[in-house]
């Protein structure tokens, strides 16, 4: 199986069919990015590809001083950051209407671990709601960090911030879902 | 910042053990004092086990066919139609693109003005053609195109419209060793795969910032010297550098330059 630099060396050239496989390797990781900044699938799936489109354009330049992975998710979170630039950063408040009265869902872990939570759609949509609430500075480290599960040093890479910016970030924007989610929490 | 307020900052951290030992075990010690921090670490590690167990989300059917194609589709457009004959996006670019588009217009003329005139080593625009042309620009860029093509036609020179003097675009690219000097660059390149869009992610990899994409051409933004460094060291990898434009005013450091992509015969 051809390794991960193989392949970029050879889309580096130009090769598509090295491409298509480094798209396999990476795809559904950004369109999963993609969704949780956006929390549409449309939305996610035209992102994804602007993402790959920037990507593969930019190999050429790409010189290897950051991990592809890190380069590709900075390119992601980037494109998504234009986009709610373009759409005003249209912040959605949590804010409880009748129906969500009735939709109202209990995380606390009773009884089974948190392991053992399978999430149901309408706990998930109501989690997501509560991400779409936060900046998009604060949705991005909430998604790689605890969703998608990189290090620190990783996301300080990805968004080029020091690391101390990362941790407060990350804090800051735990305290804000955790307070978008408290009556459900 | 109050106590609790701080404590609930590094709650976070302690909870990803980012914390040194010494904070730790404050932190341990202000929780067995303090029920409200306690609920808060209670609630952030729920919300995280929760946030944890957020399944993958699936794409839709054929997204990786669409991907694909989407890309064949747009390299395709990229080699079919060479970016400078490109359309643009918004019309709303053009004053931007104007300016840079009536630089290269004139760059083109002075080739033959240069010729009849018999000159050969003149400094770029001086200072007071400078701001005639920003002026005229910053009017109608459209119209000030259409002035020069039309003195052109006439056979008038570029000193009736105010043009001094020109620089011969060799020169300029002799001059032009190791750092970007002037608003406007046109790269020239043989990979058709260098698009705006390439020097987007060399801008995101170095710290530059983006202004504009447009058909062709991207605007970035140079705030210092070293920025003007690495920027001609990364574009002279990707192709021959011809800078077409202005040098910034006086001590002026922020500028921003726009960079055309023009395909090598």
Redesign the interface.
């Known amino acids: 199986m051809t390794g991960e630099s193989q392949l970029l060396d050879m889309a580096k050239t130009g090769s598509l069919p090295a491409f298509e496989e480094l798209i396999s390797l990476y795809e559904k990781k950004v369109f999963n990015y993609c969704y949780r900044m956006t929390n549409c699938r449309e939305d996610a799936e035209d992102l994804t590809q602007e993402v790959f489109l920037k990507v593969y354009r930019s190999l050429p330049s790409f010189k290897g001083n950051s991990q592809f992975s890190t380069w590709l998710y900075r390119i992601a979170h980037n494109i998504c950051i234009d986009k709610f630039r373009k759409q005003k950063a249209v912040v959605v408040p949590l804010v409880k209407g009748e129906e969500d009265e009735e939709r109202e869902i209990q995380l606390k872990a009773e009884g089974p671990s948190p392991e053992d939570i399978l999430l149901s759609k309408e706990q998930q949509s109501v989690i997501q709601k509560g991400i779409e609430s936060l900046k998009p500075d604060y949705r991005s480290v909430i998604v790689l960090r605890d969703i998608q599960h990189y290090s620190y040093e990783e996301i300080a890479d990805i968004l080029k911030l020091p690391l101390g910016t990362v941790k407060s970030h990350i804090s800051r924007a735990r305290a804000a879902l955790r307070q978008a989610l408290e009556s459900v929490l | 910042m109050n106590d609790c307020d701080r404590m609930?900052?590094?709650?976070?951290?302690y909870i990803?053990g980012?914390l040194d030992t010494e904070v730790s075990d404050q932190l341990l010690v202000h929780l067995s004092e303090c029920s409200d921090c306690r609920a808060?670490y209670h609630?952030?590690t729920?919300?995280?086990?929760?946030?944890?167990?957020?399944?993958?989300?699936?794409?839709?059917d054929g997204?990786?066919d669409?991907?694909?194609n989407?890309?064949?589709d747009?390299?395709a457009i990229t080699t079919a139609i060479p970016a400078q004959e490109g359309p643009l996006h918004k019309i709303g670019n053009w004053a931007k693109w104007g300016a840079g588009a009536a630089a290269v217009v004139i760059l083109l003329l002075s080739v033959r003005f240069l010729g009849d005139l018999n000159l050969s080593r003149m400094k770029v625009y001086e200072a007071p053609l400078i701001d005639k042309m920003q002026v005229a620009h910053d009017e109608n860029p459209i119209q000030e195109e259409m002035r020069i093509f039309q003195a052109d036609e006439n056979g008038e020179s570029l000193e009736d419209l105010g043009i001094n003097s020109i620089q011969d675009p060799l020169v300029l690219e002799a001059e032009a060793s190791d750092s970007i000097h002037t608003d406007a660059v046109d790269l020239m390149v043989q990979?058709v795969?260098?698009?705006p869009?390439?020097?987007?992610?060399?801008a995101?990899?170095n710290?530059i910032d983006v202004v504009l994409i447009l058909e062709g051409a991207i605007i970035l933004k140079l705030t210092t010297m070293e920025q003007r460094e690495i920027l001609h060291r990364?574009l002279s990898?990707?192709g021959t550098i011809l800078e077409t434009g202005l040098e910034p005013k006086g001590d002026q450091e922020i500028q921003e330059v726009t960079i055309r992509i023009v395909p090598e015969e």
């Open positions: 609930q900052e590094q709650i976070s951290e990803d980012m808060y609630s952030l729920v919300m995280m086990d929760t946030l944890n167990t957020m399944p993958e989300e699936e794409p839709g997204f990786h669409r991907l694909i989407r890309i064949k747009e390299l990979d795969r260098i698009v869009e390439t020097l987007y992610g060399l995101e990899e710290g990364e990898r990707l």
